[in-house]
């Protein structure tokens, strides 16, 4: 039985884990590629597969709850302007959660987590 199990506490308390979640959130989408470990990737791609959704509804509310969790006034507005209308025709599916193998120091399971369209495949796209 999962009780009690709904969310992965990541070994950290409420204000610690929040903050790490709008740390990576932020690096993901202005980066739009980054290397963690698995299990915040994991975690990570929960959260960033809900603020892309907010990206699609593009109206005020959406786009102050978006900003209400991330804080960033340069990455909600890339979020709402440029990502959101990249998955404006998906459901789904936005971020992969690619496993890289082993850290060196520590021997924790990394991942690369990124968004599934990457700018340069849709202007690829666009040439064509």
């Known amino acids: 039985m999962r009780h009690l199990n709904r969310v992965k506490k990541l070994n950290r308390t409420k204000s610690h884990r929040q903050a790490l979640l709008k740390n990576l959130a932020i690096s993901l989408f202005d980066h739009e590629s980054i290397k963690t470990t698995n299990t915040k990737a994991m975690v990570l ?27 960033n006034k340069q990455v909600v507005k890339k979020l709402f302007t440029d990502i959101g209308e990249r998955y404006a025709s998906i459901n789904g599916g936005y971020t992969r959660v690619l496993k890289m193998g082993r850290r060196k120091g520590d021997n924790a399971p990394m991942a690369i987590i990124e968004l599934t369209q990457k700018k340069e495949t849709v202007d690829k796209k666009e040439k064509k």
């Not at 791609?45 to 209400?68: E, M, N």
């Open 45 to 71: 791609k929960g959260v960033a597969d809900r603020l892309i959704t907010l990206a699609k509804r593009k109206d005020l509310h959406s786009l102050r709850q978006a900003f209400a969790f991330l804080r």
